[in-house]
């Protein structure tokens, strides 16, 4: 649906101003967990002092990110049909402002590149221009549904209440329903944003055929740890499953640049804003968790495993590039831990001889699935797997 506030061609500009937000409404993404997941990447130290930060307060953490990154704005995902409705408004002599939560640092350069905006109103380290401390600026501003409003968010009903119209971007029906109680209907844009789906693909669930390697040891162990290893074994190969879309989740947040730039990877949920970054990066400590859980039903040896796995995976993301001559090698140690775990769970022990065999199948399936034509026709890359 167009917005109906827009203004016909050749007619006279709305004279209330326009206040969008920026992020997940001019872009698909934050330009905060854009800073985050750059710093983080430039050391793991900087986990800890970003907590000492958000501990100071948000508005404080944005500053102290913004001052230290400085996110490639070419490179963000826009939602580009209501940039163009953006750029129609502008055309047809509207005045825009953008009023964003992020910190000042990090907005202007978005909307220098834009060229759409009479003035960014932002974050400045110490007030947090969200919700309503955002919905009572904007009035001292322009007075009571003096103006007109689109965002995206459940934080964002606190300022439709107090515009005119609310233009409502890149959100699920609920929010469309919220927003248009509130104020009168302006539009929206790019919705629903199907997030689901997103996070199903960002997880690689047809990768998960690789832990299938947990039940081969109950294959040449005796007929009574079999039957007693098949629900230890395939609780250990779901928890792995979980470790394994952890360490794609991160992967993806580390290599961010580097899969924008990628032709192949660049159509990824979480490269693409499909997934919001925050959920990714929430998700990562959620599913390693539920993952070890998974992996504890073959005792402390698979809890032992499945950590290793993560500390892999983890270390992985920071990785010099390029690391492709690593990659087949890295991939066997992965599906090896999975056998490991299996042995773990069907209490089977490793001789010289399974284990020598065990070895020689790890590393050709780690050069099997690295193949130069595999590579080429897949966006598989999560955690060296």
Not at 64 to 93: D, I, W, Y
Not at 362 to 383: F, I, N
């Amino acid at each position: 649906m167009k917005s109906d506030g827009q203004a016909p061609s050749g007619s006279e500009p709305d004279p209330v101003p326009l206040c969008v937000d920026l992020d997940g409404t001019v872009i698909r993404s934050d330009l905060l967990w854009e800073g985050l997941v750059r710093f983080w990447r430039q050391h793991p130290f900087h986990l800890l002092r970003t907590a000492l930060w958000w501990s100071r307060g948000r508005a404080r953490l944005k500053a102290e990110v913004a001052r230290r990154v400085k996110v490639p704005v070419a490179a963000l995902p826009l939602v580009t049909e209501f940039v163009e409705h953006l750029r129609r408004e502008h055309a047809n002599g509207r005045t825009l402002y953008l009023v964003t939560a992020s910190d000042r640092q990090a907005a202007q350069p978005v909307a220098e590149r834009l060229g759409l905006f009479a003035g960014v109103l932002a974050s400045d380290g110490h007030v947090n221009l969200r919700s309503r401390a955002k919905g009572a600026y904007l009035v001292q501003r322009f007075g009571e549904r003096g103006f007109d409003y689109a965002g995206n968010s459940l934080a964002d009903v606190a300022v439709w209440r107090h515009a005119r119209r609310a233009l409502v971007v890149n959100a699920p029906g609920w929010l469309i329903r919220r927003a248009f109680s509130v104020a009168e209907p302006g539009g929206t844009f790019a919705c629903p944003p199907r997030r689901g789906a997103a996070l199903v693909r960002a997880i690689r669930p047809r990768a998960w055929w690789k832990s299938l390697l947990v039940f081969a040891p109950l294959l040449v162990g005796s007929d009574h740890a079999v039957t007693a290893g098949w629900g230890n074994a395939l609780m250990t190969a779901l928890g792995f499953n979980m470790c394994a879309a952890a360490g794609y989740l991160w992967d993806d947040l580390m290599d961010l640049d580097a899969d924008r730039d990628d032709p192949v990877h660049k159509s990824q949920a979480v490269t693409s804003g499909r997934l919001p970054l925050s959920w990714a990066a929430a998700l990562v400590p959620t599913m390693a968790a539920v993952g070890l859980l998974g992996a504890a039903m073959a005792g402390l040896g698979g809890v032992a495993l499945a950590g290793l796995y993560l500390g892999l995976a983890w270390a992985w993301a920071w990785r010099p590039r390029p690391g492709a001559g690593w990659r087949p090698w890295v991939r066997a140690v992965f599906l090896w831990l999975r056998l490991g775990a299996g042995h773990a769970a069907a209490r089977t022990p490793i001789t010289g001889t399974v284990a020598a065999g065990e070895l020689v199948l790890c590393l050709a399936l780690g050069w099997a699935l690295e193949a130069p034509w595999r590579r080429k026709s897949t966006p598989t890359r999560g955690a060296g797997e």
